[in-house]
């Protein structure tokens, strides 16, 4: 069990301890630590005689031991399934390691650029990547890991922020009734699709968890892995106008069904998944708020004019969810 401080839990992570970490685990380092960027976590990249590794410090009490090793399985499955996913290494057996107070897991470095996805053939690739993974993903199911709802992106969302008095006075109403209609809309929307098929997802799938080299795609962090709608791990790969992202999606998904069947009432959740994501997101920074780093990172979450932008966001959102995006011809 981790003994670090909630209000600061990698207080106690200093250079000397990620690498003390890294050595017990069998690894002989030559003294580089390079942190990369993570907020969630803490990950560094760390040199060894004979080449480099990346080590994740997991964020103390976030998830179980259970629910990482979900995580780690799922990869692990992917690559044995030949899917270009970065999967933790095994020490004696374990991915899941302890050491210092912290749980971490160890990983083999792959480099590579942020995918740009600006050509068809581009969208393609990705869409057959994440085909490829679904189609591994509906072999089993997680049993501790989170699934996508709107209760736990939503309402929990909600209710962190109100009751930790993160809006202005002056915009505590207005933000209560948007976010009130917003939520309800969304619930109307995920009834009006049905029942969909719940499977394991990455969960987080946006161009920062993706490097690209001249071999293609690969996924690097699986750590927000849940089960949830296929459509979640297209969609944050959408950007531009709506004829834009229309035309993308048509490109992700034909690469998509050459590996996975896609059950095209998923497309009206689009929208209503975004909403979602834009509560989360914004809990997500309050809820981490007493981390040192988040408001070195995220300064300006402390002034007025976030908190007034962002309840215009919650409008134009909601007037979004009324024009659902469709499949370009």
Known sequence: MSTADPQAPYANLLPDTVIDCVEQAGFHCNGSIHALNSYENRVYQIGLD???????????????????????????????????????????????????????????????????????????????????????????????????????????????????????????????????????????????????????????????????????PHFVDLDDCMSGPAVQDLWLFLSGSRDEMSGQLRDLLEGYSQFSDFDYRELRLIEALRGLRIIHYTAWIARRWSDPAFPRAFPWFAENKYWEEHVLTLREQRAALDEPLQVGA
């Open 50 to 216: 004979d080449g480099f590794v990346v080590t994740k410090f997991y964020r103390p009490g976030r998830w179980s031991d259970a629910a990482i090793l979900e995580e780690h399985q799922f990869a692990l499955e992917l690559a044995a399934a030949e899917v270009p996913v970065v999967a933790p290494l095994a020490v004696a057996g374990d991915t899941l390691l302890q050491h210092g107070g912290f749980r971490f897991a160890v990983f083999p470095r792959r480099g590579g650029r942020w995918p740009e996805l600006g050509t068809r053939d581009e969208r393609l690739w990705m869409g057959r990547f994440i085909g490829r993974i679904h189609a591994i993903g509906r072999v089993s199911e997680f049993a501790d890991r989170p699934r996508l709802s709107i209760e736990r992106f939503g309402d929990e969302s909600v209710e962190v922020l109100l009751d930790g008095d993160w809006l202005p006075d002056h915009l505590v109403t207005g933000y209560e009734s948007i976010v009130s209609d917003l939520l309800d809309a969304i619930e109307q929307i995920f009834i009006g699709v049905g029942e969909y098929r719940e499977q394991r997802i990455h969960g987080d799938c946006h161009r920062g968890n993706v490097l690209w080299t001249d071999d293609g």
